[in-house]
């Protein structure tokens, strides 16, 4: 699909007191509807929770039917209590008018939309006789058609009916016909003999479940169609025709007029976004149903996609069908897919509009070359929680340059599911003019322009970030985490993810807001020397650090690494100074004795060892009048001129080795108890490996066979391994020689290492 512009409406807040700490928090119903939530997906809750819809299986379609446009479509009596048969509530329902029931005991329900159903029940008031004798009508929403063959607007064609005789039953259920496979959406019922005091309480319509394309594009989905012309050019079918697919409605549909005729075979496809990932499972695709059945696709394959990418950057594709539907299916006009439940959020049907294989030598053609595609309608089913949804704040103004120090929230996070949240920051703002024609269709400005009046749609004037943003940043681990994305911005932008791992859990958000403050410091830069080391390597770093610009000064700096740091000492323009250092798992932290004042030039000198590609040294203002919730990062610059680097990272050489510093010692073990050469030592440095990956170590022997294997799981750092001489069992193998494989398998690759042990007793 084209990629989607995101639309941003932009948050103005009321600056900030000087210095004064602020909190820009969305917590009550009313500030969560000013993000992008998916509402149909989500539910926004009274109390102002957000949390996802579960879909449902086998479900009663007529209590939702006002829901999807549906509801009472007519009764020939007492209309006013007609749709109580629909409420779902069995003390209340619907009683014919005396006199001929011909006339009055008759009474038509629209479901919204066609259902796959597999029952009717009809429940009377069981302090009543029930209806003796009645006909049951149901409608796919079918017209009659005239001698012209022309529908006849506001008919129905009732193709399944039975009638029911000397019934004393106050449930009458009625199991649809499962071939062929019908869709429902009307339901009539005629009484022809009933006592006076009779009344029908509900009507109920067993169906498969909640069908995902439903009010597809108010829910953040989409649907789009592309067709070949034959040479190189694709056209998109316009909107209006493309929805047909997902209206509910089973005498709508949408064909492909074009029929190429070409030397080549000609592709077209159809792509539904469901706008969230779900667990889907089934998938039903209805052709032609009305007036005769039949499937115009030939060739088609039918893929679903999580929204992952390939390597060329195109979405993953799983595919579920490919080929021809038998004949029988074919005759049947439709076809349900059915495999095991899958995370997806694109839904893909791709299919043959014109076979150059049944051409003749004459360039004549066979009726079957060309496919139109008709299709009435796309269902597609799912059970349980989203597998993810996604939404976004709008553009957050802060009314200035400000500092931001901190995202925190609160969440319910069941086992098995997580709360995702990235922020982005920025100084610029674009405005984006987009173009609609009357059908909605996206156009061109200069297309928009030659359009005349009446053939023209809306302009939307969006606010989307500028040139200057920063990237979406990582994950936030917990709430109070300080803010991942570079301060010193006007606008920000929050990004909020609810995963879950099964479709029977869900994680909810019940609030978020920014710390955010006036900044310390309104420029300063700071720069890492050196910025190129070898991995592993135990290196002393000099980081420098210059605020041109300061409100007050500043008496306290923090560094932090994804290596231990220890701090060596510091220097202010060049002379030794005293500071209280504090070390801790993030780093360190230092108090000076006095407030740095604008353009001063620190140094500050500590020892570290690089394992990561792009190790970074984050550094921190802090200020010890303002507490320590209010920290201000400072970016990368020329801090100082003597010095080439300007980056707070730190590089290593380009190397695709996984190990550094492989030491294994003694070569000889000799595990007889004397605490002399017992155990094998194995150290290393893993570089490069970003999340936790199995560290595997096995020996073997002169054979081949393993003797042992443990694995521990393990990130980029400095690493040990320790192997006792004994096998999977616990017994001391035979003296004689081992080979010692150690393998890791990285975020990108698998490395592994041999060498040579022995044993002797």
Not at 61 to 68: E, F, G, I, N
Not at 75 to 92: E, I, K, Q
Not at 216 to 239: H, K, S
Not at 524 to 546: C, D, H, I, K, N
Request: charge should be negative; charged fraction near 20%.
């Amino acid at each position: 699909m084209k990629p989607k512009h995101l639309r941003c409406a932009v948050l103005a807040l009321v600056a900030a007191a000087p210095l004064n700490a602020e909190e820009l928090r969305f917590d009550n119903a009313a500030q969560w509807r000013q993000w992008t939530l998916p509402l149909g997906i989500v539910e926004l809750t009274p109390q102002g929770v957000v949390r996802p819809l579960a879909v449902r299986k086998n479900i009663n379609a007529a209590l939702d039917a006002l829901a999807h446009g549906g509801g009472l479509r007519d009764a020939g009596s007492n209309r006013a209590t007609a749709a109580l048969v629909f409420d779902g509530d069995p003390a209340t329902g619907w009683q014919p008018a005396s006199g001929d029931l011909e006339e009055t005991g008759w009474i038509e329900v629209d479901l919204g939309r066609g259902v796959p159903a597999s029952r009717v029940s009809l429940v009377f008031d069981d302090t009543a006789p029930p209806f003796e004798i009645f006909n049951l009508l149901l409608s796919t929403g079918e017209q009659f058609i005239d001698v012209a063959d022309v529908p006849v607007p506001g008919t129905l064609t009732y193709r399944i009916a039975e009638r029911f005789g000397a019934n004393s039953a106050h449930r009458v259920d009625f199991a649809i016909p499962a071939i062929p496979p019908t869709p429902i959406q009307f339901v009539r019922l005629e009484a022809l003999k009933a006592a006076p005091d009779a009344r029908l309480v509900e009507i109920e319509v067993e169906a498969l479940g909640d069908n995902l394309v439903s009010d597809l594009r108010e829910r953040g989905g989409a649907v789009e169609i592309i067709i070949g012309t034959g040479g190189t050019d694709f056209v998109e079918a316009t909107l209006t025709n493309a929805l047909l697919l997902i209206d509910g409605r089973i005498n709508t549909w949408w064909r492909s007029g074009r029929v190429p005729r070409a030397s080549n075979d000609v592709w077209a496809w159809i792509i539904l976004d469901l706008g969230a990932v779900y667990w889907v499972d089934q998938v039903h695709h209805i052709g032609h149903i009305d007036r005769g059945r039949h499937f115009s696709m030939n060739f088609h394959e039918m893929m679903t996609s999580d929204g992952s990418l390939a390597a060329d950057g195109s979405l993953h594709w799983t595919k579920h069908f490919s080929g021809v539907l038998p004949r029988a299916t074919r005759r049947q006009g439709m076809v349900a897919h059915h495999f095991a439940p899958i995370p997806t959020r694109f839904l893909r049907i791709l299919f043959k509009t014109w076979d150059a294989s049944c051409t003749t030598a004459s360039g004549t053609s066979a009726p079957d070359c060309y496919s139109s595609g008709h299709t009435a309608e796309i269902m597609v089913f799912s059970e349980g929680f989203p597998r993810e949804v996604r939404f976004h704040s709008p553009i957050l103004d802060l009314g200035g340059r400000k500092n931001v120090n901190a995202l925190r929230w609160g969440a319910d996070v069941p086992v098995g599911t997580r709360l995702e949240l990235r922020s982005r920051s920025g100084n610029e703002l674009e405005q984006n003019f987009t173009y609609y024609d009357k059908n909605l269709k996206e156009v061109t400005a200069r297309r928009w322009d030659k359009l005349i009046p009446s053939f023209r749609g809306p302009i939307d004037t969006t606010s989307a970030p500028g040139g200057d943003w920063s990237p979406w940043s990582n994950i936030y681990a917990a709430s109070g985490q300080t803010f991942l994305s570079p301060s010193l911005r006007r606008f920000v932008q929050l990004d909020a993810r609810l995963v879950s791992d099964s479709p029977l859990r869900a994680p909810s958000i019940d609030w978020v807001s920014l710390d955010f403050a006036d900044p310390i410091a309104e420029r300063v830069s700071a720069e890492v020397y050196p910025f190129q080391v070898e991995p592993g390597t135990m290196v002393t770093f000099s980081y420098w650090l210059r605020a041109p610009a300061t409100r007050a000064g500043f008496d306290r700096l923090a560094i932090e690494a994804s290596t231990p740091l220890r701090f060596v000492d510091t220097h202010l323009d060049g002379a030794p100074i005293e500071v209280q250092a504090r070390e801790d798992s993030a780093g360190f932290r230092l108090q000076f004795p006095r407030r740095v004042q604008s353009g001063e030039l620190v140094e500050m000198r500590f020892e570290a060892a690089a394992f990561l590609q792009a190790t970074r040294f984050d550094l921190f203002l802090e200020d010890s009048q303002l507490g320590p919730d209010v920290r201000q990062r400072v970016e990368p610059g020329d801090a100082n001129p003597q010095v080439e680097s300007s980056t707070n990272i730190v590089e290593l050489p380009l190397d695709r080795a996984l190990f550094a510093h492989l030491s294994v010692y003694p070569r000889v073990l000799t595990p007889n108890g004397d605490g002399i050469g017992d155990r094998l030592f194995i150290n290393l440095n893993l570089i490069n490996v970003l999340e936790h990956r199995p560290l595997k170590l096995e020996l073997f022997d002169l054979a081949g066979r393993r003797v042992r294997q443990t694995s521990a799981r393990a990130l980029a750092g400095a690493q040990e391994l320790v192997w006792d001489g004994r096998d999977q069992s616990g017994d001391l193998v035979p003296p004689g020689h081992y080979f010692l494989r150690l393998k890791v398998e990285s975020d990108a690759r698998s490395q592994s290492v041999n060498r040579m042990v022995s044993i002797v007793y």
